[in-house]
């Protein structure tokens, strides 16, 4: 070929081997998520929270230890099947080889795919998943973010006490109303156990399936047996019309309090309308929390995808800057320093730390042991229907009184 | 050599690349991927014992997987019963529900041959799910049942788990081509003759004398007993079972696919459909799931609607022609004579109702 | 058991039974003459939810009133299916009396259809804006009823009534009822076998349409939300006889009221259970249901 051709090649050449040995590598982190099926919804607020915090996190410069290499989000949709979760676990590992997994919402796919990344030893985060045994199989890889659900059901049956005592009046009575998967007998059974202690008395024990065509049947039998409480585990689409068929028939109990998910949800709001006035729910985050940077990510959050940040999304948002800090620690690709960076995290401060409490620290089985839990009260202050943290007493919003009991229809 | 030596050696070659693969594919998500494919394949080869041969549509199949899963899963968790035995025990007790299932059922036209079936796999599906314990047997309803991992980097035959896929690949291998040629020696013996002639013209195989529908539940117990196999197989790789994962109508319908789509009556039909769907499903989810959520979906429903509207026989005959232009090719002697017999001499030819014996331009049915 | 509270659950039995039953006519009108199961009839269920909600969103129109503009839009939808995807499998398997490739194909459709709608629409439950029907009972003492669902029963009603009326008093209506009887015999007779199959299709289609009208004030719309009426239907064709408007009705009813009476016996996750098991019993005992004609078997 031409001379001067084959010396713009050489020339290239000497400029690229460099520039590729100077650039950064990116850091590749897996994330399972359900991004189509019946979690769609949830699957995909968990994927725009992570995608909104590395931007921030890429941003601001990277992964300062490792050059400035960037973080690099690789996508897997579970479809809430265990079995595609596994698989898609193993591509990640294998096949892509990422250095860190996420996911995976729905309990029932993280339980497997971190025992996957347990064998490969590969670090695994995991922001959401609520059931206990996640991280009680003695696994070293495994970090949690969100309470346990144990820890949701103790604080449910807490609130309920601290309410009676500060409000006076006596709760007897406890419907037990709840969906009929994983998710709902799990709490369900501890509802159970931890009714014993309470003083109270189950007048309904009823599981349902989500994908019922009609409520009507399950809200007479509430309205039947006058509970004082309404205890709830509801996915979307159910707590929807459970909430508008309650109103209807007129089921007025003394507290009804939702377990998150589809009371959490953010088209609950707007699908019930003034229905939803005075449910309690329990939540790992609300936008009102008062903490430094917490409105501002709500208001970015809400600006781009067009509704609040829920529990869920804020503890994925969280998970990506506690994984950028342990990346900062850690200096190196290695999963066994990643993972001994993670087993050290002790995050403060930093922009990711929206969350109620004040740090996320790992205990040797991996959970965060400070995750928190708070409940609010849905109500509409002038504004239109808001979601108002009510409980602990310390985190209340300032000025608000809970409505307690629920006014009779 | 032969048109027909060609084709036999061709199969024998394919058969001992597949057992020699795990030699030369190191990554353990590929061989992940193709024991599931095989899996599948396997499921259908069984689903269309009923299937194909009986020439009914069941959408209900995946009852006998749960049978196989959560028997074997119940007698080890519970009893320490190696899965080796609970996968007999599971397969017998599924060949009898099939049996029960199949003798009212198979009766019936066609769509509510379809229909019942799905009534029955919901049916138990609603019940497993309902129930924590039945009797001594923890069923654990909607939570299911979690098979505790061996320690890691441990494997142990007595309890059918392996700490690398190689085990588990060569396992569902030998199941696949055992069953492949169980059901080629159906498809040649006096039952798989009433089966098809009882599916071509049942008016005449009754006048005739043949007891079809005492056939069509022999198949349907077979088919029970081998499927229920791979229900096990399905728990110990997996180590994780609930309702919605092996009691399932997506499974039971994704099995008639495969079969549809390769072709229902023949053996070779399963595999190849199999071949094409599940990495169809399986890339498009990895490619486009996080940017077009549900498009896997569609491209199977596309691709369902198109092969039923053009090959609605499914493409193993249009695929087998060109494999024997391609032994017409290769052949260096003639054909063997006249005289030979009439029956195929490669399992891969259709032995479905009102299909050719040999490979012939499409016919319409008659 | 208290028999006021035995009264409420028969009333929301019945209502919620005939809007069953109204959401299996579609599907039965089309299983009666094309003797094909469209296994795509929950998509198309969902399909007339969101043409109800993006109609009465668009237009303001509350959705009974929309039904001027959903039942023409799913009629041809309808049409258009049948005549694009059915036909040409019918033409290819001439003597086959119900091609089994049609449920592979609609099965095929229902897939394209839910996940069509993800794509679309977004996986978020979507509740009626504007809404003058929403939360509005009658209260006659201890027994609620729920005014939408009235509504619901009563148009259910009227669309069998006026069914039956174009079934045996127009002209249209008996070539439709002729082929559906005997195909081969209809056409000898001059009638356009057809064009009495699409319209037949679009027909049941535009039921589906006015399910959708009157499930949308009371329920929510998402991509999937058809799958649970999509099974019920076929159980309530069964038990009512495939081919048959009242069969349809009264099969709707009896599902209602096993839904609505069975949960104070048990938890309603068993009447789930209980459905099924009757729809087999049906199946085993008098596979032509309790309307069904004979001769289909």
Redesign the interface.
Known sequence: MKRSHLLAAVLTLCLTVPAMAFAAPSVKVGNILP??GPS?SV??QG?QAREMAVEEINAAGGIKSLGGAKIELL???S?S????G???A??F???EKVHLITGAWNS?VT??TT?VA??YGVPYLVPVSVRDTITERGFKNVFRIAAKDSWWTRDQFTFLKDMQKEFGGTLSTVAFVYE???WG??FAAQWKELVKASGMQVVLDE?YSSSSTDLTPLVNKIRRAKPDVLLLVSNAADAILLTNTLADYKVSPKVILGSGGGHADPTFLSACGANARYVFDIVEWEADVNKPGAKEANEKYRARYGTNLTGEAVDAYVAMYVLADALERAGSLDPAAIRKALAETDYKTGPGMIVTYDAIKFDESGQNRNAALAIVQINDLGKGLERITVWPKAARRTGYTPVFPMPKK | MTQQKFKRNCLIAVTLAAFALPLAVR????L??LI?LYLYAYMTTTWNLVGGFAGV?PLGHSVFVGIGAYTSTILWLQYGISPWIGMLVGAVLAAGVGYLIGK??LK?????F???T???V??IR??V??IDMLGPLKLN????L?IP?LQ?GEGSFWAFQFASKEPYYYIILTMLVAVLAMTSAISRSKMGYYLKSGGEDPDAAQALGVNVARYKVTAMAISSFLTALAGTFLAQL???I?PK?VLTLDLS?EL??IA?IGGRGSIAGPIIGALLLRPVT?FS??YF??S????H??I??????VV??YQ?RGLTEPLLRIFDRLAARFATTPPDSPDTPDTPALPGIPVAPGAPATASPRE??P | MDPVFLAQDCINGVLMGLIYGLVALGLTLIFGVLK??NFAHGSFLMVGMYVAYWTVTLSGLSPYPALVIIIPAMFLFGYWVQHL?IR??FI?????R?P??V???T??????L???A??VFGPDYRALHPNPLKGQMLEMGEIFVSVPKLYGAMATLATAGGLHLFLQHTRLGRAVRATSLDREAASLMGIGQWKIFNIAFGIGTAVAGISGAVLTPFYNVY?TVGIPFD?KS??IV?LGGLGSIWGALVGGVIIGLIESIGPNFM?S??T??IV??L??LV??VK?SGLFGQKQD?
Do not use: C
Request: overall charge negative; cysteine-free; hydrophobic content about 45%.
């Open positions: 991004l189509s769609a699957g995909q994927k996508y897997a949709d479809k099947d265990p079995n595609v596994v698989t898609e193993e591509r590992i294998n096949t029932g339980y497997p025992a347990e064998r009929n998967g994983d007998t799990g599981p | 990554s353990a998500t590929y992940h991927i599931i549509l009212p059922t019936m036209r066609g769509a509510y379809a229909l019942s799905m009534a029955f919901e049916g609603v019940m799910e309902n309803g909607p939570r299911g979690n991992p890691a997996t180590l994780f609930y994962s319908f008639a696919f549809l399986e989810r990895i799931s996080s077009l959520p549900g498009l979906l569609i199977l429903g596309v691709v369902l609607i039923m509207l609605p319409e049915r | 094909v199961i995807l040409p499998i290819a398997e001439k003597n086959v119900e089994i490739t449920i592979i194909v099965t095929g459709l229902w897939y394209v839910d996940n069509l993800l794509l991509p099974i076929f159980v069964v938890t996750t068993w789930e259970g099924y098991a729809f087999l199946l085993f596979p078997w």
